[in-house]
């Protein structure tokens, strides 16, 4: 038996025979050209097959994994026809005298590098689909069939790397799960596999030859392994898992596509939480309605320095047209206490949970927000982008974000730049908050508690501090009744209330939400399903009226 480890790109168990892939080399030779003409015009009739094939392919894709998931092959349609990309294939052809293949290579790997060295993250990504599309205008150049990924049988489908449009090709049916040497884990590819639900690895330091095409092997995408040959015990437990996973799967799988309601008719949206681009796969798979609270300062910690308006608007652009038309709450930069920044060079404190965070750095350092803002503002046109204020504590807060935000506005505006109107709603994660969420609800759209500060600042307790652990207890009915009071105060108001911190998740309160009239819950992706399980089978109603009656463990919060 061999044993390669990897990253896990979607969990889950593969049995079977390997299949090497090889992608078709792509020879290519510099030839010199005499009649340049008739060369551009072969270049511009390769591009429009190519066009025809990504169209059919988009089709495909959009049948099979969603239109947001689709969106690369029209972004690939759009690459082609790139002009600085074509004037540099045209240029290099008619002042260098050569062949159209070797101009596209050329200006592919001119390009490619190019994009690598960019600081966005987006960008980066780009140098894939650059020679992706490149590669496909070569394969028609060269008269050869678009690349065959059929395989007779299921297999595990090995290979050096897989471009985004290879993966859509697969036939579901036929690939067990694949397996690269190559590959990022945020590539389109490695979203497209998750949509998709295959099991799948990248960074696998497999020899792609002879020695493990034809095996039989097992994956363990779930721990990023996958053993060649198994011995007998490893198969058995990895059979034994496969089969654990299948049992499970049907279970969720009755759940997906139901509407989030009681038996006594009441709805609630379930959304999830998440850090970065790189969740997205999971809230797809979970079937969340929505991103309830996506944390942008992990934007700012992976930095070394302030990202600027277009990453920023690169990556909220990309997430709401993931979420195609769902709601994608983005939180405004909540730095500070625990989640120090050194280029934000913030005076050290002696109490940093209570100090300088969140939103007083954003209104006491307004270049800062203003240039998220700018980026959220510019992406709400792309999607059902609402912006949340973390920390909130007065109204005066409000008042100031949203002179701020005006400002931001006017500038797009004179500027002629797109934006939609996002929903503007807050945190409730102070016991200030609280108390004034009838006065604050009268000014946003919607609340979300975070119930993880809510409580260690009720209690009085540090979250940080593990030594504290026993007293730091969010089932506390003094947290309870807050959360209570806020949802009535909100739902006088005539908005929405949500909890986006852990409690929410904690499948031993959700009647007890539910009975409360608590309208969101934004929890981890994986947490969707067993909340749904729950919502579908309570009569909050009744619940409420145990409650009232004090039947159950919780009668302090009414
Ligand atoms: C919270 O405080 O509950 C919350 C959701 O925010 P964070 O955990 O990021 O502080
Ligand atoms: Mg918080």
Redesign the pocket.
């Given at each position: 038996m061999k044993v390669f480890h990897g990253k896990s790109v979607f969990s889950g168990t593969a049995i079977g025979t390997i299949r090497v892939y090889k992608k078709g080399e792509q020879q290519v030779k510099r030839i010199r050209i005499e009649d340049t003409e008739s060369e551009i015009k072969r270049y511009r009739k390769a591009t429009q097959a190519a066009q025809g094939q990504l169209k059919k392919l988009y089709e495909k894709a959009v049948k099979e994994v969603g239109e947001a998931n689709a969106a690369i092959f029209e972004i690939h349609q759009v690459m082609l026809e790139d002009g600085d990309y074509q004037d540099s294939i045209e240029n290099m052809i008619c002042t260098q005298n050569v062949n159209a293949e070797y101009a596209v290579a050329q200006t592919a790997d001119n390009f490619a590098r190019m994009f690598s060295a960019m600081e966005d993250e987006y960008m980066r990504e780009r140098a894939a689909d650059v020679k992706d599309i490149s590669e496909r205008l070569l394969t028609v150049l060269h008269g050869v069939d678009e690349t065959n990924m059929h395989t007779a049988s299921p297999a595990i489908i090995v290979a050096d790397d897989l471009a985004p449009s290879e993966t859509v090709q697969l036939n579901k049916d036929m690939v067990l799960s694949f397996v690269t040497v190559h590959g990022s884990l945020n590539s389109h590819t490695a979203i497209l596999a998750r949509t998709m639900g295959i099991p799948a690895l990248v960074c696998a330091p497999l020899p792609l030859d002879e020695t493990i095409d034809g095996k039989y092997a097992a994956v363990d995408g779930t721990n990023g392994v996958i053993y060649v040959d198994p011995d007998k015990e490893t198969l058995e437990r990895m059979r034994k898992k496969k089969e654990e996973e299948k049992k499970r799967a049907e279970l969720l799988l009755t759940l997906k596509g139901k509407e989030n309601i009681t038996l006594d008719g009441h709805k609630i949206m379930l959304y999830a939480?998440i850090g970065s681009m790189k969740d997205l796969a999971a809230v797809l798979e979970n079937d969340a309605g929505g991103i309830g609270?996506f944390?942008s300062?992990f934007i700012y910690l992976e930095n070394d320095r302030f990202p600027t308006e277009e990453e920023q608007f690169a990556i909220y652009r990309f997430v709401a047209q993931t979420m195609a038309g769902k709601r994608v709450i983005i939180?405004t930069l909540?730095i500070g206490?625990d989640?120090s920044c050194d280029y934000f060079q913030l005076e050290k404190e002696e109490n940093p949970a209570m100090g300088l965070r969140?939103i007083r750095i954003c209104l006491t350092r307004p270049e800062i927000f203003k240039t998220q803002l700018r980026a959220l503002y510019r992406a709400s046109a792309f999607g059902k982008i609402a912006i949340m204020y973390?920390?909130i504590t007065s109204l005066e807060e409000i008042r100031k974000i949203k002179e701020i935000a005006a400002q931001v506005k006017d500038e797009l505006e004179s500027q002629g730049i797109r934006y939609n109107e996002p929903e503007q709603g807050i945190?409730i994660?102070t016991p200030a908050a609280v108390m004034i969420s009838d006065l604050l609800a009268e000014e946003v759209d919607f609340f979300?508690?975070?119930?993880?500060?809510?409580?260690?600042y009720t209690l009085a307790v540090d979250?940080q501090n593990m030594a504290l652990d026993e007293f730091y207890d969010p089932h506390h009915p003094a947290v309870l009744r807050m959360i209570s009071m806020v949802v009535d105060h909100a739902h006088k108001a005539g908005i929405w209330a949500g909890?986006?911190?852990?409690?929410g998740s904690d499948t031993s309160l959700t009647k007890e939400f539910l009975a409360m009239g608590v309208d969101e819950l934004?929890v981890s992706p994986g947490s969707i399903l067993p909340i749904r399980q729950i919502v579908l089978q309570t009569d909050a109603g009744a619940y409420r009226a145990g409650l009232e009656a004090g039947c159950y463990r919780n009668k302090d919060t009414q």
């Open positions: 939480n609270l944390r300062e939180r909540d206490a989640k969140a973390p920390m945190m994660e979300s508690i975070g119930t993880n500060d809510l409580t260690q979250r909890i986006c911190g852990e409690l934004s």
